[in-house]
């Protein structure tokens, strides 16, 4: 059962400033100049604790984790940090255009705590794989501050709507917090009425969450709270809990960009990736864009740019039993895609789950069995990096700043709960769900 619980978390006072100067990204969105703007927007911003700067002299004892303590400490004695008086739920409204179509969007949800379960409870499921690196590094903020400053983003089935009716109650209110930051118009409201969070509590309660976002967090908070059983409140994280069958839920495709691969050669992958695809060479990006949409949901297909190389390419996986002399090898890879996704088949044996395969089988196929590259160098990134957007992917090859451009369509959040809650996982940042939540809307400190 998914037990949420209602919190009094610290949030920012009047004093230290307007919201829209205090919250960001969150930490692992941020490049370093967007670092430096949220330095500059404000002495208070929440990048100073999320994601502090190095300086040469760190040690033991005085590091960004150790900074992040003394700041937080300093923030909360000086009224810049106030906890709320009284526990309740926080709705939590983002209003937006879809960065591709342009359409006017609206994305609502609450802000809650979850209590942590292990993944094999079969109440709250993953989706995608996750990097040893970024995990470490929350854990040890956490261990110093005992403070989780950012919430996961956590799908639930809501059909019926109840909660969103709840939600959209105290949005005739006015928020307790109205932040913009570049397009996109954040506002968080307050529901503390006893009979309103047992409701939302009770509705909650039979729900499977699915991870969206923050994989990395949730796991580091596992590892906390095992670390440190008996500390009051270890036991619960902060999310922000939004229905699934709600508005506004966008998915966008993460493209995959290669560099300093030692001797690549293209043409040498284009020949080993015959053992798994059909490979037709397109004469501009344009037509390679028109193909992937236009490919059939059922069928999994991958782009692919080239440095050097003015042409693109489409990757169309084969259909084993269409074509016996590709049979072993897509079998194979099919075998090794067992331990992490449902493999669908349909009645020729075609796989039917089409774009939620398309990652995996990049993963597998193109960087792993052509390319060498291993899962371990995938999740400590090497040589790979993630862009979204397909025009920024493929001005990273024709700018000379990468060696090749994985370009992939976006999974729809039906496919990938379905694989998750299919005991299934996915190749890290197999999804990016579009807008943010923003850090420091709401911060939750335990112990």
Not at 116 to 137: C, F, M, N
Not at 209 to 220: F, V
Request: with cysteine.
């Amino acid at each position: 059962m998914a037990k949420v619980f209602p919190f009094r978390p610290y949030r920012y006072t009047p004093t230290a400033g307007p919201a829209a100067e205090l919250v960001s990204q969150p930490y692992d969105k941020i490049p370093p100049e967007q670092q430096e703007e949220y330095y500059q927007a404000s002495p208070y911003n929440v990048i100073r604790v999320i994601k502090g700067k190095p300086e040469p002299s760190d040690n033991e004892s005085n590091n960004v984790y150790t900074r992040a303590a003394r700041t937080l400490e300093q923030w909360i004695a000086g009224g810049i940090l106030a906890q709320d008086p009284e526990p309740g739920f926080y709705p939590y409204c983002q209003q937006f255009q879809h960065p591709d179509t342009g359409e006017a969007l609206q994305r609502k949800g609450f802000i809650g705590l979850f209590r942590l379960e292990e993944y094999e409870a079969g109440v709250i499921h993953r989706h995608e794989l996750t990097h040893s690196g970024p995990k470490l590094d929350r854990l040890k903020l956490a261990r110093h501050t005992h403070v989780y400053f950012e919430q996961l983003f956590t799908l639930y089935d809501d059909p019926d709507l109840v909660i969103d009716r709840r939600l959209d109650q105290a949005a005739q209110a006015e928020p307790l917090l109205t932040a913009e930051e570049g397009s996109i118009l954040h506002r968080v409201w307050r529901i503390s009425d006893p009979t309103a969070v047992a409701e939302i509590q009770a509705a909650m309660e039979p729900k499977k969450l699915l991870i969206a976002d923050g994989h990395h967090r949730y796991e580091t908070a596992l590892t906390f709270f095992r670390e440190n059983p008996n500390l009051p409140g270890a036991d619960k994280v902060m999310m922000t809990f939004v229905n699934m069958r709600g508005s506004g839920l966008v998915v966008l495709a993460t493209h995959r960009i290669l560099d300093g691969l030692a001797g690549f050669d293209p043409a040498a992958l284009l020949e080993r990736a015959q053992a798994y695809f059909d490979v037709e060479r397109l004469d501009s990006t344009a037509a390679l864009r028109n193909k992937l949409d236009a490919t059939p949901a059922d069928v999994s297909v991958i782009g692919g740019v080239f440095a050097n190389d003015s042409g693109s390419y489409l990757f169309t996986a084969k259909n084993p039993t269409a074509d016996p002399n590709v049979g072993a090898a897509l079998q194979e890879v099919k075998r090794d895609l067992g331990a992490r996704v449902r493999i669908v088949e349909g009645p020729a044996g075609a796989t039917t789950q089409g774009r939620s395969l398309d990652v995996v089988i990049l993963h597998q196929a193109l960087l792993g069995q052509a390319l060498g590259i291993s899962e371990e160098d995938v999740r400590e990134e090497k040589n790979i990096r993630y862009v979204r957007g397909f025009q920024p992917a493929v001005d990273e090859v024709r700018s000379g700043k990468a060696q090749a451009a994985f370009l992939l369509r976006p999974v729809g959040v039906e496919r990938v709960a379905a694989i998750a809650f299919a005991g299934g996982v996915m190749p890290q940042k197999s999804t990016d769900f579009y807008p943010k939540l923003l850090s420091g809307l709401t911060m939750y400190r335990f112990g």
